[in-house]
């Protein structure tokens, strides 16, 4: 069977593949979500959810550097990319032994479109849909919640000294979009390096957003960015509901839902 890709590659799948590399964290918890863990047989050390996988697959490396010979060794049927989490020298050396899918995520419709291409190539249509009926559902409803809500401009932050904020053309984005927000930097392309005069320019009625990844913020940053800014409020986020893009979305508008609840006024 040929199937397209979200870069339009066309992959050959033979039969639903029974052994699995996955080198994209959200993806990754997402075959466990949609009962394919014992399919799964490579992983990278950046998949932590479940907990317990890393202790029970084997891991071929990061997201943008794998050990060609572990993965050799595991001959996968066919092998989980991102266009952005891996590099493309990764997808090119490997699509040459391998079945190589590669998503392109920037918005929840396109991680919906992954996770059925998912469901059609792992002959998962069942558990598919009804993991896509929820997350829309999920959608909808959280867009009617927070459509009156005043909006807020954001500033959201993943990296700091650098400091690197969220820019333009990122999944991230299109989640502070749906929340109502206005990305301050969104003049942006992608992940922009910022400076301190452009973090003390953010107003008294701003939100300051520190992800949990991939960098930690923690409770020092939020007084660590106050001493630069001593206006704008200061919030950490968990940064998986706002990037990972497969079946941690069922869950995500629930949490931005207590978010604006108990911390946006």
């Known amino acids: 069977m040929i199937y397209t890709d979200q870069l339009n590659r066309k992959i050959e799948v033979f039969e639903a593949p029974k052994r699995i590399i996955s080198l994209v964290p959200s993806q990754t918890e997402l075959l466990v979500t949609l009962g394919l863990e014992d399919a799964i047989v490579g992983i990278t050390k950046f998949c932590v959810h479940p907990k317990w996988l890393r202790k029970e697959k084997t891991i071929v490396g990061g997201t943008k550097k794998v050990n060609y010979d572990k993965i050799r060794k595991l001959n996968p049927d066919i092998i989980l990319c991102n266009k952005e989490e891996n590099t493309k020298e990764i997808v090119e050396n490997l699509e040459k032994e391998y079945a190589v899918h590669v998503s392109d995520i920037f918005s929840v419709e396109d991680a919906t479109n992954m996770i059925q291409q998912y469901g059609e190539i792992f002959k998962m249509e069942n558990e598919v849909n009804k993991l896509v009926s929820k997350i ?3 959608q909808r409803l959280f867009k009617k919640q927070v ?3 005043p909006k807020k401009k954001v500033g959201y932050f ?5 400091w690197i904020a ?4 990122t999944f991230i984005d299109h989640l502070l979009e749906l929340n109502n927000f206005e990305n301050v930097f969104a003049s942006k392309n992608r992940y922009p ?4 005069e452009e ?11 520190l992800s949990s990844e991939p960098f930690p913020f923690s409770e020092k940053h939020i007084l660590e960015i106050q001493k630069i800014n001593q206006r704008a409020k200061v919030l950490l986020v968990d940064g998986e509901y706002f990037s990972w893009y497969g079946s941690r979305l069922a869950d995500a508008f629930s949490y931005f839902k207590t978010l604006h609840k108990q911390n946006i006024r």
Request: net charge negative; hydrophobic share 45%; no cysteine.
């Open 136 to 138: 829309e559902a999920e």
């Open 147 to 149: 459509a009156n809500n």
């Open 158 to 162: 993943i990296w700091k000294d650098p």
């Open 166 to 169: 969220v820019g333009a053309n």
């Open 193 to 196: 390096e910022v400076s301190l």
């Open 199 to 209: 973090i003390n320019a953010l107003g008294e009625q701003d939100l300051i957003l």
